[in-house]
């Protein structure tokens, strides 16, 4: 380019000289001068001709060469070697956050029932309605129940009643046995010295063993007198036990989720459901893991829980228990995490989104979900080797992230993968690899 210069330069000066050359010889001079400027003329233009012709072949030529050079060049590289988007194939983080669906229940939960027949004096409570332990939460009135309670008093006395005479009757009976006892020692006395007759000795031995057995009678009748008393003094434990029952307590520390009788209800003992009580200081939310990750979450884990009303919260809780054994129609691991509610802000009925951290111990491989080529064969991808031709390869897919695939097996870390591979891209055919602008590492969230 230098030299092209530096010869146009030249050849403007000469041309330049020329110019003035011919400005001189427009001027009119002696007779005898006019021969020799035309020779003069013809020489200049000569000459001229020459610097027009060199300039040609030394700057134009060369100049014309180099850019037929380079449009073959360029033509020849367009048609051999297509552009082709390639992108990197990256490990996945030994983290990832699984996020789970899950329904928000209190950790304690009873139904109130009736245990008194009767109809409700007085109510206390309503829904909403936060109550202690032991708290009157309603009153009902059973005046039967009393006259049960009085029937049952007047059976007792009966009983006792009963035993009383069991008894005088059994020291009767051991009075004419001690006699029988003596008559028939006498008997046996009379009937050795040939008093008496022997069939007379045999009655009086006979009276002692009835008065004998006539006893043991009457003590077993005793012991049933008494036995008839337990029973009644139980009846009556049981009955009074029974009123106590007309006060309804709440049995823990909750809130009244549930009303459903009024004042002036009948209500039935054991089927008539009065109110629903729940502790609410800390709740437990069921979530069922995958069975990939069954073996990654332990209790005591830290779990975040959001609410999609409670926007910008997260309430933080622990992986309290599993149930050790899978699903086997969804292969999922119930898990149970416990969240604290001291706030109050939650509700059991929630429905709740839980995100555990879960670690990996072997990270899959990630590709772009682009890459993928989907034929007869199964899943495959356009490697682009090192030396820049192309090997399709079968892969086997794990997760689906949307914008990025799991390849389970096939390929490793590091490997260039082309970007919607077309028509162009066969195998073993090579391309002119160009690097695709690299995009944000996906959230590990199903």
Same mark, same amino acid.
């Given at each position: 380019?230098?030299?092209?210069?530096?010869?146009?330069?030249?050849?403007?000066?000469?041309?330049?000289?020329?110019?003035?050359?011919?400005?001189?010889?427009?001027?009119?001079?002696?007779?005898?001068?006019?021969?020799?400027?035309?020779?003069?003329?013809?020489?200049?233009?000569?000459?001229?001709?020459?610097?027009?012709?060199?300039?040609?072949?030394?700057?134009?030529?060369?100049?014309?060469?180099?850019?037929?050079?380079?449009?073959?060049?360029?033509?020849?590289?367009?048609?051999?070697?297509?552009?082709?988007?390639?992108?990197?194939?990256?490990?996945?983080?030994?983290?990832?956050?699984?996020?789970?669906?899950?329904?928000?229940?209190?950790?304690?939960?009873?139904?109130?029932?009736?245990?008194?027949?009767?109809?409700?004096?007085?109510?206390?409570?309503?829904?909403?309605?936060?109550?202690?332990?032991?708290? @009157?939460? #309603?009153?009902?009135?059973?005046?039967?129940?009393?006259?049960?309670?009085?029937?049952?008093?007047?059976?007792?006395?009966?009983?006792?009643?009963?035993?009383?005479?069991?008894?005088?009757?059994?020291?009767?009976?051991?009075?004419?046995?001690?006699?029988?006892?003596?008559?028939?020692?006498?008997?046996?006395?009379?009937?050795?010295?040939?008093?008496?007759?022997?069939?007379?000795?045999?009655?009086?031995?006979?009276?002692?063993?009835?008065?004998?057995?006539?006893?043991?009678?009457?003590?077993?009748?005793?012991?049933?007198? =008494?036995?008839?008393?337990?029973?009644?003094?139980?009846?009556?434990?049981?009955?009074?036990?029974?009123?106590?029952?007309?006060?309804?307590?709440?049995?823990?520390?909750?809130?009244?989720?549930?009303?459903?009788?009024?004042?002036?209800?009948?209500?039935?003992?054991?089927?008539?459901?009065?109110? =629903?009580?729940?502790?609410?200081?800390?709740?437990?939310?069921?979530?069922?893991?995958?069975?990939?990750?069954?073996?990654?979450?332990?209790?005591?884990?830290?779990?975040?829980?959001?609410?999609?009303?409670?926007?910008?919260?997260?309430?933080?809780?622990?992986?309290?228990?599993?149930?050790?054994?899978?699903?086997?129609?969804?292969?999922?691991?119930?898990?149970?995490?416990?969240?604290?509610?001291?706030?109050? @802000?939650?509700?059991?009925?929630?429905? #709740?989104?839980?995100?555990?951290?879960?670690?990996?111990?072997?990270?899959?491989?990630?590709?772009?979900?682009?890459?993928?080529?989907?034929?007869?064969?199964?899943?495959?991808?356009?490697?682009?080797?090192?030396?820049?031709?192309?090997?399709?390869?079968?892969?086997?897919?794990?997760?689906?992230?949307?914008?990025?695939?799991?390849?389970?097996?096939?390929?490793?870390?590091?490997?260039?993968?082309?970007?919607?591979?077309?028509?162009?891209? =066969?195998?073993?055919?090579?391309?002119?690899? @160009?690097?695709?602008?690299?995009?944000?590492?996906?959230?590990?969230?199903?």
């Amino acid at each position: 380019m230098n030299e092209t210069r530096s010869t146009e330069d030249r050849l403007r000066s000469e041309i330049e000289d020329l110019k003035r050359q011919l400005e001189n010889a427009k001027h009119p001079g002696a007779a005898s001068d006019r021969r020799p400027r035309a020779g003069t003329l013809i020489l200049i233009a000569l000459l001229l001709t020459a610097l027009i012709v060199v300039g040609f072949f030394v700057g134009y030529l060369p100049r014309q060469k180099r850019e037929d050079v380079l449009a073959a060049e360029s033509k020849e590289t367009g048609i051999t070697l297509p552009l082709v988007n390639v992108a990197r194939v990256t490990r996945a983080e030994g983290k990832s956050n699984l996020v789970l669906p899950g329904n928000i229940q209190a950790v304690t939960e009873a139904p109130i029932l009736a245990r008194a027949t009767g109809y409700i004096r007085k109510r206390y409570v309503d829904i909403g309605d936060r109550v202690k332990a032991g708290q @009157v939460v #309603a009153e009902v009135e059973a005046p039967e129940l009393d006259q049960q309670i009085l029937q049952a008093r007047a059976v007792i006395e009966q009983a006792k009643s009963s035993v009383q005479q069991a008894d005088a009757a059994i020291q009767q009976a051991r009075a004419n046995e001690n006699l029988a006892k003596i008559t028939a020692g006498r008997m046996s006395n009379l009937l050795g010295r040939g008093v008496i007759s022997k069939q007379d000795n045999d009655n009086a031995q006979a009276q002692y063993a009835a008065q004998q057995a006539n006893v043991q009678a009457l003590q077993q009748a005793a012991a049933a007198s =008494r036995s008839n008393v337990s029973a009644a003094e139980a009846g009556l434990s049981r009955l009074n036990q029974l009123k106590t029952y007309q006060t309804v307590r709440s049995p823990f520390e909750g809130v009244i989720t549930m009303r459903n009788v009024d004042t002036g209800a009948l209500v039935n003992e054991g089927s008539t459901l009065l109110f =629903r009580v729940a502790q609410t200081g800390t709740l437990r939310i069921y979530v069922n893991l995958p069975q990939t990750d069954a073996d990654s979450v332990k209790p005591g884990q830290r779990a975040d829980i959001s609410i999609a009303e409670l926007t910008g919260r997260k309430f933080t809780g622990t992986v309290t228990r599993t149930s050790n054994a899978l699903d086997p129609t969804t292969r999922t691991l119930l898990t149970e995490v416990q969240v604290p509610n001291s706030g109050g @802000v939650l509700m059991p009925g929630m429905y #709740a989104q839980v995100d555990l951290t879960v670690p990996r111990k072997n990270p899959p491989l990630l590709i772009p979900g682009d890459t993928l080529v989907v034929r007869a064969d199964g899943p495959q991808v356009a490697v682009v080797r090192p030396d820049a031709t192309v090997h399709f390869t079968r892969i086997t897919l794990g997760r689906d992230f949307g914008d990025r695939l799991e390849a389970l097996t096939g390929l490793e870390e590091g490997q260039q993968l082309a970007i919607n591979p077309s028509d162009v891209v =066969r195998e073993g055919v090579k391309v002119k690899p @160009v690097a695709a602008p690299e995009k944000a590492a996906p959230g590990k969230k199903q």
